[in-house]
């Protein structure tokens, strides 16, 4: 049964094997990350050991993405394959260890499947940046089956097993710091630990096959100390990363903002477990002055929830232990400690909503039982239910299958919501689309974009003016970021780029250095710093920066192609050759690259393979070549001397 569980979550979420990168971190986890996309190497996997990213350290998340690359390459669909095969093994593992402890198979079955199969899951496996989300509920689902083969026969063995699988909870997402505390409670039920806390015969599906030994309340209590520890080093491990990103705690009042969100939250979990519709990657802050029957609601519903769990906590305890499981799993995301602009999100019901999800099939399972209801029917109901849960989480899946799509499915459920024009904005810029990206960016200047630096916008807006050929407007766009946000790094990188644009490399130098002395391993600032010093004629200046670009990428193509052409005008064109060699190693069909290397084999006497790599390059050109490109590998192909100074 466990395989069956794995392979039904496995087929509802193999469509997102077609989705792609999206620029809501992605980039920064993933691919426009060198930790990760080096691979595994001895540097690469102490980077991702000691390293935050987006303030957030998470090494074993980083060391998965680096074993894709590795396995499968830099594509996105090794990643999402990835995130698809722990999601689908999680749920495999959860309905395992539900059975185990309940010694109720079916119902085990029927709530792992509806959990992994739900809507809500669908940011979780299809957005490649929660591969973190994944990975903990993968090592969370590890954790429960532990603890339950400890409970049979406690060893310090089986105590480390359970503390180890915790650690690599955390070590992937430290947001399952209540874990100890869940384990207490499923010593409670369904597990019968605690001396006269027993489940009684009716309390259980069936007696348990195993009995367990059972334990005092502070036996168990004190057990959950050393995990207590782990928790408690996690946490303090992920707010030194966080820094910066707990400075929302200060914009946002705790009690006239931050915790009406809360309540809102939970009453919003609550009811998207029932209706999963109108799902989006942000969802802004709710106003309490504008929201408060919202709010009177949602704390009417968590006054209900616990009205029945307390009542139900004899007769049916899987509605309390899972009403506790919802609120202890949730509360760390709750956004009483501010992290990040938003106020709510799918990703943040994924532990807790095991806990809803026992409590509705588990009593559902025992009214059956006690009716004798048909098998047939149950079976029918639950395949119904299943099969509306699976249709909705394909069609959610679908609108992940790339930037544009799912910013534009986020404003039509927001019209007003101003991130999703920003960053739909920034999509557009980074397809091409300059014009249609200014036009989106400055529609969200109207709108308040939390979570932005104050610049931004103008930044971004000064990017596409450069993208489309307008240094002037850039520069004027830039400006105005700065004037905004003194510090912004990109904002001066691209002023700097208008200034070469404009031909004033010198200018250029001196936004780029200032860049440089701001963040000093800034890549995009080396390079536009070498770009302008090759203007400036400073070319063993520009052969360091190359060198330095090629170090910290060692996979990329461009940084030593850059230093041969550098090279072969100092008239070293041995070891431009070297470089390029390598390059065109690193990127085989690049016929620029290809084209330098013919012309500093000439330069070097080597005629024969100038000849051949240029008549190469000619014939395995797709589509016209530019003009001065063509000449100049014609000129070597018929035997002609380059000239260096190209």
């Known amino acids: 049964m466990t395989v069956a569980v794995s392979a039904v979550t496995l087929v509802v979420f193999l469509p997102a094997l077609a989705c792609g990168f999206v620029n809501l971190d992605d980039d920064q986890y993933v691919y426009r ?10 540097a690469s996997i102490a980077a991702a050991c000691t390293r935050s990213i987006m303030a957030n350290w998470a090494p074993l998340t980083i060391l998965s993405y680096q074993l894709d690359v590795a396995i499968f390459g830099t594509g996105p669909w090794g990643f999402h394959l990835t995130n698809i095969v722990l999601h689908a093994t999680a749920c495999g593992m959860l309905f395992l260890a539900l059975a185990r402890m309940t010694d109720a198979p079916v119902p085990s079955a029927i709530a792992a499947i509806l959990f992994g199969i739900h809507p809500l899951r669908v940011e979780s496996v299809a957005w490649i940046s929660e591969r973190k989300d994944v990975l903990s509920i993968f090592f969370l689902a590890v954790t429960l089956l532990a603890y339950e083969r400890y409970s049979r026969q406690p060893t310090v063995g089986r105590y480390l097993a359970v503390m180890t699988a915790m650690a690599a909870s955390l070590a992937s997402k430290a947001t399952l710091v209540t874990l100890p505390v869940l384990l207490l409670l499923c010593d409670f039920w369904p597990l019968g630990r605690i001396d006269g806390l027993r489940p009684a015969a009716g309390e259980r599906d069936a007696p348990p096959a195993t009995p367990r030994p059972t334990v005092s309340l502070r036996h168990a209590v004190l057990e959950k100390l050393p995990l207590m520890a782990v928790a408690i080093l996690a946490t303090a491990i992920t707010v030194f990363a966080q820094g910066g990103a707990l400075e929302g705690n200060a914009r946002r009042s705790l009690i006239a903002q931050r915790l009406p969100n809360a309540v809102f939250a939970v009453g919003w979990y609550l009811w998207r477990l029932l209706v999963p519709v109108n799902l989006c990657p942000y969802y802004a802050p709710i106003a ?12 009417a519903a968590i006054l209900a929830v616990m009205a029945v769990a307390a009542v139900s906590i004899k007769k049916q305890p899987a509605i309390a232990w899972g009403a506790a499981w919802f609120f202890l799993a949730l509360a760390p995301v709750l956004q009483i400690v501010q992290t990040g602009s938003h106020g709510y999100a799918d990703r943040y019901s994924y532990a807790a909503h095991i806990g809803l999800v026992v409590a509705v099939v588990f009593p559902l399972a025992a009214v059956a039982r ?10 029918s109901l639950s395949a119904a239910i299943a099969l509306a ?3 909705t989480s394909i069609r959610q899946i679908g609108i992940w299958q790339d930037a544009g799509t799912l910013w534009r499915h986020t404003l039509a459920v927001d019209g007003s919501n101003g991130i999703a024009m920003y960053t739909l904005g920034t999509y557009l810029l980074e397809s091409g689309d300059p014009d249609a990206a200014i036009e989106m960016l400055e529609r969200a200047a109207n709108f308040c974009v939390d979570g932005t630096s104050p610049g931004r916008i103008d930044q971004q807006i000064g990017l596409a003016h450069l993208d489309a050929r307008r240094p002037a407007d850039a520069a004027r766009a830039f400006e105005a970021a700065l004037a905004k946000e003194p510090g912004n790094c990109r904002a001066i990188n691209g002023l700097g780029v208008s200034w070469l644009d404009r031909g004033a ?5 001196d936004c780029f250095d200032e860049v440089r002395r701001l963040r000093p391993d800034e890549p995009d600032a080396v390079h536009n710093a070498m770009l302008a010093l090759v203007a400036l004629g400073r070319l063993d200046d520009a052969a360091t920066a190359c060198r330095w670009l090629s170090a910290l990428n060692p996979a990329a193509a461009e940084p030593r192609s850059r230093l041969g052409q550098i090279l072969l005008k100092l008239g070293r064109a041995k070891e431009a050759i070297c470089e390029l060699e390598a390059a065109l190693q690193l990127d085989p069909a690049n016929i620029g690259v290809k084209t330098v290397l013919a012309e500093a084999y000439a330069a070097d006497g080597r005629r024969e393979q100038a000849r051949a790599v240029a008549r190469d390059a000619l014939a395995a050109a797709r589509g016209p070549l530019p003009e001065t490109l063509l000449q100049r590998l014609e000129r070597v192909a018929a035997d002609a001397v380059p000239d260096p100074e190209r």
Do not use: C, E, K, M
């Not at 990350?33 to 001895?42: D, E, F, M, S, W």
């Not at 006690?370 to 079976?379: D, F, N």
């Not at 490399?505 to 130098?509: D, F, I, K, T, V």
């Open 505 to 509: 490399p010198q200018r250029a130098l």
């Open 389 to 391: 849960l699976g249709a």
């Open 33 to 42: 990350n060198p930790v990760v996309l080096g691979g595994l190497t001895p």
């Open 288 to 299: 309490p002055s504008r929201d408060a029957l919202l709010i009177a609601t949602s704390a």
């Open 370 to 379: 006690h009716r004798a209801i048909p098998a047939g029917l149950i079976v």
